[in-house]
């Protein structure tokens, strides 16, 4: 089992829509967890944190379930420039050092 | 600019030439990592470093070395440059603890081998 799996998609979705990934992770003493947007291949940003109690940054809202050990991301109001890969990232600790690991990301394009 | 910077941008190489990608940043982050990317792969981890002069293997760290004698750079050397290792490469860093921080990335290296 990989230790961050995401469905790779690709979701395709129109203009206005909502649309919601899932992320599961197999380290339950994971401790921090992200989603990152990517673009094109380009380097990956930081589109937000997820935090225990859930939080929402305008139309994303992202949750954390602790017990079946998943985060999801909601996209609400699709914009075309929506378009890209997200990739879900989760802190896996070893050792002394800190090791994010990654999902395989998942692609989401919005239609017109 | 403050920020993270690798250098080069894209780079084409024979099979067998030893090839340094190079990463800078100016915040002096403790943490620095290298990750490559592949298509069916996501981002892997290579190589990490927690400090200067302490360095450790990530999940894919063969045909590669690292040091770190200086903060602020973070160099990874192929030392014999193999087809399999066409990749993007992405430099990261961490601003503060590693449980609770995210990467801020450089922009990437693509890299062919020959």
């Known amino acids: 089992r990989k230790e961050v799996e995401q469905d790779p998609g690709p979701f395709n979705v129109p203009e206005g829509a909502t649309v919601a990934f899932n992320c599961t992770y197999s380290n339950s003493a994971s401790q921090s967890f992200f989603w990152y947007r990517q673009d094109c291949r380009k380097e990956p940003k930081l589109l937000m944190s997820v935090y225990s109690s859930g939080n929402e940054d305008g139309r994303f809202t992202a949750q954390l379930n602790r017990a079946s050990q998943y985060i999801s991301l909601l996209i609400r109001d699709s914009k075309l420039s929506d378009s890209a890969t997200y990739l879900c990232v989760v802190n896996g600790i070893y050792n002394q050092g800190g090791k994010l690991i990654f999902g395989q990301g998942t692609e989401l394009s919005v239609k017109p | 600019d403050a920020g993270i910077t690798q250098s080069p941008r894209y780079k084409i190489t024979e099979t067998g030439r030893q090839v340094t990608l190079m990463c800078h940043q100016t915040?002096?982050?403790?943490?620095m990592f290298w990750y490559r990317q592949d298509l069916g792969h996501g981002l892997r981890l290579i190589y990490y470093s927690a400090a200067a002069d302490i360095t450790d293997k990530g999940e894919v760290p063969d045909g590669y070395v690292v040091s770190r004698s200086k903060t602020e750079n973070f160099p990874l050397t192929l030392e014999s440059a193999t087809r399999s290792q066409t990749s993007v490469y992405f430099c990261?860093?961490?601003?503060?603890?590693?449980?609770?921080?995210?990467?801020?990335f450089g922009n990437g290296t693509r890299l062919t081998v020959t």
């Open positions: 990261a860093s961490i601003s503060g603890r590693v449980t609770n921080s995210p990467l801020h």
């Open positions: 915040w002096s982050h403790s943490y």
